[in-house]
């Protein structure tokens, strides 16, 4: 009769993550036993003064979802600071969150509220990317329409012109050097095939899903601010670990210039555009990856780097760039985790598809009359839908079992 219960144990353990070194000794309570309510607070995230700015308040996050607090581990549900026990102390940063992790096994190596929600500004065009890079002809020319352009004024634009014919990867380049929002906006609509960017849109919340990123909630391809988009520097180190597995990716984050082809039916000129990540510049290794700011998000980055073998990618969320701008701060973060063990660990990133999230039942903010509803997968998830539906179904099957042998050794007795 032991054994199901001690395989339902076992089995709860697994969906509940990895425990942390920081967070607890190797004698403590197992993680089932040990709510996150429970934990002792960490300790505060190291900080350098922001400069005073004036800058519009930030939106209210959704409520929290205690069990997509844990996910990758136990030990990442804190607001605070967590890293393995022993190491060297992170660097102070301005940034409200982030997280080192390793690309290739998906150790978590530390992290600042590595679930903590924040606005993403153009760091968004990574779930972009993630999502329409495998649909997505490179080579294919195809032409920017007037809703390719329909951007916020003054906001980041590559230069791409209505009517223009542009090769697919010149579209990337221009999104991914210089964060072009309306680059953002054709690829979301061709990616997408039928429903315009609102349609890409819905399918990048999927992906998100699809990754395990449940906190992340997009609502612009670009990034530019809307009502109820949120991510956290956990949910974009899976993002980032997507891109950086496609081939593509890699390619377009590491090149410094590219030219953007004139439009001689229409009279412009063609120019050339350079990559306005200093990481790729500025720091041996460097994989690339990007920038993003607003007013909202303030600046958020992620960025990647390669030394001895060993790749590790950092996100950051809600910086301010003085006394170190988003890059740099990025750059800290990387020093940082290359000094730590191969084994140091506070947790993982999940694997695509690994929590099989279900589509939320929460209903989301409402929608202009004749904007297109996202999909039931692009809301959040669920409070308690992910794992009571899983723990349910162990605790369910072994309470069969339990009944099963309960029913037999009943049925063996002499009646009174």
């Known amino acids: 009769m032991e054994a199901p219960i001690l395989a339902a144990v076992a089995a709860v353990a697994v969906l509940l993550g990895p ?3 920081a967070a607890r000794p190797a004698a403590a309570r197992p993680l089932a036993a040990r709510p996150a309510s429970a934990a002792v607070p960490a300790p505060p995230c190291p900080r350098v003064p922001a400069p005073k700015v004036s800058r519009p308040p930030r939106p209210v996050p959704p409520p929290a979802v205690p ?13 605070g600071l967590v890293v393995p026990a022993g190491v060297a102390r992170p660097p102070a940063l301005t940034a409200t969150s982030w997280l080192v992790a390793d690309l290739d096994t998906g150790q978590v190596l530390g992290g600042c509220g ?9 760091v968004q065009k990574l779930l972009l990317a993630a999502t329409m890079l495998p649909r997505l002809d490179p080579k294919q020319v ?27 990867e010149t579209i990337w380049l221009g999104l991914l050097l210089n964060s072009g929002n309306e680059a953002a906006n054709a690829l979301a609509r061709l990616g997408a095939g ?43 180190a899976l993002i980032a670990r997507a891109c950086f597995a496609e081939p593509a990716f890699r390619r377009y984050a590491l090149t410094r210039q590219a030219q953007i082809p004139a439009q001689r039916t229409l009279r412009t000129k063609g120019f050339q555009i350079q990559n306005e990540n200093q990481l790729i510049y500025r720091y041996p290794g460097a994989l690339g990856g990007k920038t993003g700011f607003t007013d909202l998000a303030r600046h958020t980055y992620v960025g990647a780097a390669e030394r001895d073998g060993r790749r590790l990618v950092v996100t950051l969320l809600g910086a301010e760039p003085a006394p ?30 690994e929590l099989d999230a279900t589509p939320s039942a929460v209903p989301s ?18 409070p308690g839908t992910l794992r009571i539906w899983s723990v349910a179904a162990l605790v369910g ?20």
Do not use: C
């Open 324 to 353: 170190m701008r988003g890059w740099e701060q990025g750059a800290a973060l990387l020093d940082w985790g290359f000094t730590l063990p191969r084994d140091a660990s506070v947790g993982r990133l999940v694997e695509p598809g």
């Open 19 to 21: 425990a942390p070194v």
């Open 194 to 236: 039928e429903g315009g960017a609102a349609a890409g849109v819905r399918a990048m919340n999927e992906r998100a899903q699809q990754l395990g990123a449940l906190q992340t909630h997009a609502v612009t391809p670009s990034g530019l601010d809307g009502k109820g988009q949120f991510t956290s520097a956990y949910d974009l």
């Open 67 to 79: 069990e997509q607090r844990v996910v990758g581990g136990a030990g990442l549900d804190t607001a």
């Open 114 to 122: 590595p679930h903590e929600y924040g606005t993403p500004a153009s």
């Open 365 to 382: 903010e409402p929608a202009a009359p004749g904007t297109p509803r996202p999909a039931a997968a692009s809301g959040p998830v669920e």
């Open 142 to 168: 195809v032409t920017v329409t007037a809703e390719d352009m329909d951007i916020e004024p003054g906001s980041s634009a590559v230069g791409l012109v209505e009517g223009g014919r542009y090769t697919i």
């Open 397 to 416: 099957a072994g309470g069969l079992l339990l009944a099963g042998l309960l029913w037999r050794r009943r049925a063996r007795r002499p009646l009174s």
